[in-house]
Each structure stands twice: as structure tokens, then as C-alpha cells.
């Protein structure tokens, strides 16, 4: 899988570089700048329950790459270094993502933990953080539905999902499945950004 910590850390270092150079150069007008090329992606944020949809995740996961590369998919917090807080992974995450795929299976509204309790009714559930962190800004979240699984209801969700349920679907079926990748490609593709150019001070 993706080891999104190391791609999160290049873009963190981007954007830490680009601030210091434009701080620089108001500092010093007549320093010469350069442009040098380097890909900053809007990436894909892929979420979804082990559980429910591991198996659709992974393949759409190789999918998505196989168009948009390694490094424009994030997916599977379990690479989220030990130490670090999860919370604040998610968003950095979200911050460099152009939009965020919502994997909804048939057990995604109704899984329970080892308590018994349905994981979406904890404020500490991943994918309710995820997902809740990715409706608060305007980041476009689209539910991707598999399994034959429906789009959930307001009334099925915790007061900070119920947007999800106003979001427009995708379907992947398995008899259909290249040709519905297709279409959610199509609808993806105007999200993702390749490359911008970089400012650096000369030497």
C-alpha cells in the first residue's frame, strides 16, 4: 500500500519551501528567483471500512493509480506513523486532497464494534473522522457505492454526516466494474491537478 505519511511529508516540505522563498524574496525585491518544475498534486482521498469494502478498496486503490499515480492517492490510516495524532494526519491529508472518495459497502452504516456499539456512533470512529473532516471545507466528497449497497440517509447518520446523504453517488458493481471506473475517472479527472510550477531563490 501507499506510504501516505512520505508522500503528505514531500508536499508539507513544498509548500514550507514556497513560503520561505516568497518571505525572501519581499525581503530581498531584487534577488533573482528561478522556477523549477515539481509535481503538487490535488490528490484522491480514498476512505473506507476494512470490514465492509477492503476488498473493493484495493482494487479500485490499483485502478486509480494505474491513471493518476502512487502519489495522488491517499489511503489506509494504518500508515499513519506510530506517535503521531491520527486526527491531525486526516487533515493534513485533506489539505493537500482535491476531493475524497467515500467507499459505502453493505455493512459500512452498520458496523459494530467489539462492544456492540456501531462504529459510526463513535466520535472516534476513523472513517466518521475522515469523513467528517472532509465535509467541513469545500472539498467535493463523492459516495462510492459497492456491494449493491444504497446511498445512506440523514436520518442513518451522526448529525456531522448527515451531509454525505445530499452528496451525488457513484456506483461500482462487479459485473460492470471497468466500465463504472470510467465514469468515476471522468468525474475525478477535473479535480486533479499534475504539476505547478515552484518559486526558489538562486544561489
Known amino acids: 500500500m ?3 505519511c512520505s508522500a503528505l511529508s514531500r508536499l508539507i516540505l513544498i509548500e514550507e519551501n514556497y513560503d520561505r522563498v516568497m518571505e525572501r ?6 534577488a533573482p528567483v528561478m522556477i523549477v518544475s515539481v509535481n503538487r498534486m490535488n490528490s484522491i482521498f480514498l476512505s473506507y471500512r476494512r ?3 477492503e476488498g473493493q478498496a484495493g482494487r479500485l486503490y490499483d485502478d486509480l493509480v494505474a491513471v493518476f499515480g502512487s502519489d495522488s492517492v491517499f489511503m489506509d490510516v494504518a500508515a499513519i506513523q506510530p506517535g503521531r495524532d491520527f486526527r491531525k494526519s486526516i487533515d493534513q491529508s485533506l489539505n493537500s486532497c482535491g476531493v475524497f472518495l467515500s467507499l459505502i459497502g453493505k455493512n459500512w452504516l452498520s458496523a459494530k464494534d467489539t462492544s456492540g456499539q456501531r462504529r459510526l456512533d463513535d466520535p472516534a470512529d476513523f ?3 475522515e469523513t467528517g473532516a472532509a ?3 469545500d472539498l467535493p466528497v463523492i459516495p462510492v457505492l459497492v456491494q449493491g449497497a ?5 436520518d442513518q447518520l451522526p448529525d456531522d454526516l448527515k451531509e454525505l446523504a445530499f452528496r451525488n453517488a457513484v456506483e461500482l458493481t462487479h459485473a460492470r466494474w471497468d466500465s463504472d471506473i470510467e465514469v468515476l475517472i471522468k468525474a475525478l479527472r477535473p ?3 499534475q504539476s505547478s510550477p515552484k518559486l ?4
Open 2 to 4: 501507499l506510504d501516505s
Open 25 to 30: 524574496s519581499r525581503e530581498s525585491p531584487s
Open 51 to 53: 470490514e465492509d469494502s
Open 127 to 129: 472513517v466518521r473522522i
Open 135 to 137: 465535509l467541513k471545507p
Open 150 to 154: 444504497s446511498a445512506p440517509k440523514p
Open 191 to 193: 479535480h486533479i491537478s
Open 200 to 203: 526558489s531563490l538562486s544561489p
